[in-house]
């Protein structure tokens, strides 16, 4: 596969890797060597004195990242402010020691839909600050632009909601995405169910599928990744070797030309 | 003077006010084996400021420290 560019970082793989809501560490560390990702994504919690787990999972995180020769990318997860991410990308950088931030900022408990105001405000204070920002929005165009104007490099809207495993609710939008922002690196996050569905996203010349719970929820996690390697490298190949158009009729394959004796009197 | 600390309330009846670094012994097992990152009030703290950084009457400490996310 060809390179994935990440604020010109050169990256082999095209798939950033969740690391949460994996049966165990030992799994999680597995299923992200198996997918061949460099980029994983992870977070901050308040700390309890009394639980060691987190200290425990931050391990097996930076076994696998230095593994990889991988980056850390932070999220801001839960947080509903422009203030707030602020802050917590700020305390993720500080511990990370990277200025790669993917910004969440949602707007809507129901289905953790982005707020696209509090997001700009955040980036425009971020991209200020030094991070590199990559935005989990939604499938707004005018968004996307917007977020490009401001400094962001690489885009990520929804496929759809967080964690639902739906797939590409609006492929119309994506596309056009794809088509109004050619110089975006834009990588699809957050709804991912199946391979095909990140397949789907690399034939339409996404540049990268971010994905977290279609791996870890699998029956079998380490399988998963695989397949999801798999599916990113046939929709990269597929969209560099150029889809055909489709027909409104049918067109046959086999020549027809000096066609079989039997259909000569009909 | 009364603070929290990651939602936990703390009464000190001899303090007016205590620096950052102290108020984590408060809260900390083993804070020298931990990675965490701290904000005071919603506004991040950075470790070189926590000696110097005062926590008073009413303030709200929150410690983080990493975790798997998506």
């Known amino acids: 596969m060809m390179a994935l560019n990440i604020y010109g970082h050169q990256l082999d793989s095209r798939l950033l890797i969740g690391s949460a809501l994996y049966p165990s560490p030992e799994v999680m560390k597995q299923a992200i060597l198996a997918s061949g990702s460099q980029v994983v994504t992870l977070s901050l919690k308040r700390q309890n004195p009394a639980e060691q787990s987190g200290q425990q999972i931050w391990r097996y995180i930076q076994e696998v990242v230095t593994e990889v020769n991988g980056h850390l990318l932070p999220n801001t997860a839960g947080c509903k402010t422009a203030k707030e991410a602020v802050t917590l990308a700020k305390m993720s950088r500080e511990i990370f020691k990277t200025n790669w931030l993917k910004l969440e900022v949602i707007g809507d408990d129901y289905n953790l839909q982005p707020d696209p105001i509090e997001l700009l405000n955040a980036a425009e204070q971020l991209i200020k600050d030094g991070f590199k920002v990559l935005p989990y929005c939604t499938d707004d165009l005018v968004l996307c632009q917007r977020l490009y104007d ?57 540049d990268g599928i971010l994905l977290n719970s279609a791996v870890a929820l699998a029956d079998n996690p380490i399988l998963m990744a695989k397949a999801f390697s798999h599916a990113l490298e046939a929709g990269e190949q597929a969209y560099v070797a150029g889809v055909m158009q489709q027909r409104q009729t049918a067109h046959p394959s086999t020549p027809t030309l000096d066609t079989p004796f039997w259909h000569q009197n009909s | 003077m009364n603070i929290h600390i990651n939602g936990k309330a703390y009464s000190l009846s001899h303090e007016v006010h205590i620096s950052v670094s102290s108020a984590l012994t408060l809260h900390f097992i083993e804070p020298q084996q931990s990675t965490f990152a701290v904000a005071l009030n919603g506004d991040f703290v950075g470790k070189a400021d926590y000696d110097t950084t005062l926590v008073k009457n009413g303030d709200s400490l929150d410690v983080l420290l990493p975790i798997q996310g998506g």
């Open chain 1, 150 to 206: 401001l400094g962001c490099q690489v885009i990520m809207p929804w496929a759809s909601p967080i964690g639902t495993g739906k797939g590409l609710m609006n492929p119309y939008n994506l596309e056009t995405i794809r088509l109004r922002l050619p110089d975006a690196t834009l990588i699809l996050d957050a709804g991912i169910g199946k391979p095909s569905d990140a397949c789907l996203a690399m034939e339409m010349g996404y």
